[in-house]
């Protein structure tokens, strides 16, 4: 019996589609790069023609771009927009084996849609009508090869390669479409350009070379890729939804009226030892989708809490003396995200936030908003306001920069206690009431004697001061911002965190 063929789907530059797809303030035509690490990990065709490209710095990128639009990555959200052209092949051709976000494969469909190259045709079409206007398909005998084909497909093309001819297919594909870099750079050094270079080595010799992976690349290169695909189950159903008849237009009503839906959605996710901590919550007016909000809860939501959204979602989106501003006929529930039960078990002695405050905080954000209620979280900076970022409260914290980096010139220890919003004006003179200025050296003019606030208030005397440590930041933004920064103790016990810069001096932060 033969071996079943592999249809894989490619959607070029998926980190950059799904953060348009989550983000309709980025322009499709614009050109657009992904960061990691400070590094470009994805780039649209129009920062290509600028002469961007993968593996880039941020800097680079931005000099040969500057217009260009910078995104940090998100995982998830590549994952989470993903999701729809997974379900929208599954409709097709039950079996999907999601590859990574952006690369899926198949087992070919064979002669049931009319050939193979018109089940590609139809699977770029259904993806289209999900919003995915740019995938590739390609067809052989193996995972591999039809990788390679659907790479060299264009828009919405199907590359079918003949069974038997993956080797063929393979023979003049630089060593670079291996995806591990050190290997492509090693066959590049030893002189093998072509994976068909490197197919024709004998498999011993491979083997005693290049080990055990070695080999494994080279059956790739010789179109005997042996991978089986690993299809996933799809996710269950969990949505709930309730319709009324006849359509309700009170608030109160409709919160009594979705309550043993809320328990039935909360039953469910339990009844697979799973709780949601992030739910899309939406009602229909007139067969049209009147509100919608995505809600997160900072443990997981209960049939009650699900209730209460309700009631402060209508009554903050649809404001009216009655709450909505037209009868609602039917509530749904979307679970968007959920975790394991046992990664949310209360502790032993309890703890956790109060249930009265998370309720509390809830209500304000169903009427200001959910931007308007924020907590702060730690990141990654030289000043201290760099190393704070304000989070809408209940979310988890995405695109903070990493902590554990070095960051040149960052503070040492310890930490100032108190961060001012905007640093406050400072005069600070030395023995003979002269102002103390810094080089652009670094060099201090003279020690600080005493300080005081530029609104006027009594001087100061410099009790013990550290110092200074010059920082300069996007030098190729601003050439004037260039500071330096100094510790200084007051001789009644306060310690300060001051900044020199071109404009004088100023107060960033203090200690306790």
Not at 137 to 161: H, K, S
Not at 237 to 251: H, I, T
Not at 383 to 391: E, F, G, S, Y
Request: one cysteine or more.
């Amino acid at each position: 019996m033969s071996r079943r063929r592999v249809l894989v789907v490619w959607c070029p530059d998926w980190p950059v589609v799904a953060a348009m797809a989550d983000d309709a303030a980025i322009q499709a035509s614009a050109p657009a790069v992904v960061l990691a690490a400070n590094a470009v990990v994805a780039c649209n065709e129009a920062a290509r023609a600028e002469g961007v490209r993968r593996g880039m710095r941020r800097r680079d990128a931005q000099s040969r771009c500057p217009e260009v639009t910078l995104i940090d990555a998100s995982p998830d959200r590549d994952a989470r927009v993903f999701e729809p052209v997974l379900v929208a092949v599954e409709e097709l051709r039950p079996g999907v084996a999601p590859l990574r976000p952006g690369l899926l494969a198949v087992h070919a469909p064979g002669r049931f849609y009319g050939g193979e190259e018109s089940a590609g045709a139809l699977i770029a079409e259904r993806l289209v009508q999900v919003g995915v206007w740019d995938s590739r398909v390609g067809i052989a005998d193996d995972l591999f090869t039809a990788e390679q084909a659907a790479r060299q497909a264009g828009p919405q093309e199907t590359v079918v390669v003949e069974a038997g001819g993956s080797a063929a297919f393979l023979r003049d594909l630089p060593v670079s479409v291996i995806d591990d870099d050190e290997v492509a750079g090693l066959l590049r050094r030893l002189g093998l350009r072509t994976l068909g270079d490197f197919a024709r080595l004998d498999g011993d010799d491979v083997q005693a070379r290049f080990g055990g992976y070695g080999a494994k690349v080279h059956r790739l290169a010789r179109g005997e890729d042996a991978a089986l695909l690993g299809a996933r189950r799809p996710p269950p159903d969990l949505e709930c939804q309730v319709r009324f008849e006849p359509p309700l237009d009170n608030v109160e009503a409709i919160g009594f009226s979705v309550r043993q839906t809320a328990e039935r959605f909360v039953a469910q996710l339990a009844g697979r030892g799973l709780v949601c901590t992030e739910v899309l919550i939406e009602a229909e007016c007139d067969h049209e989708v009147a509100s919608s909000r995505m809600w997160a809860h900072s443990r997981w939501f209960g049939p009650a809490d699900l209730v209460d959204r309700v009631h402060w979602q209508l009554r903050g989106q649809l404001r009216n003396t009655g709450g909505v501003s037209a009868p609602v006929e039917l509530v749904r529930f979307v679970p968007d995200t959920v975790e394991p039960a046992g990664a949310h078990a209360a502790a032993l002695w309890g703890g956790g936030t109060d249930e009265r405050v998370e309720r509390a905080v809830a209500r304000v954000q169903g009427m200001l908003g959910p931007h308007a209620v924020t907590v702060p979280a730690v990141q990654g900076g030289r000043a201290p306001a760099d190393r704070q970022a304000l989070v809408p409260w209940g979310e988890r914290p995405v695109g903070l920069r990493p902590v554990d980096l070095p960051w040149p010139g960052s503070l040492p220890p310890p930490a100032p206690v108190r961060v001012f919003a905007e640093p406050r004006p400072v005069v600070v003179v030395d023995d003979r009431g002269q102002l103390v200025w810094v080089s652009e050296r670094g060099v201090v003019s003279a020690p600080p004697a005493r300080f005081r606030d530029a609104s006027g208030d009594g001087w100061q005397p410099v009790g013990a001061w550290s110092g200074p440590w010059p920082v300069e930041e996007l030098w190729w933004d601003n050439p004037a911002s260039w500071v330096a920064r100094f510790q200084i103790v007051s001789v009644d016990g306060h310690a300060w965190l001051m900044t020199w810069a071109d404009d004088g001096w100023w107060v960033e932060a203090g200690y306790d």
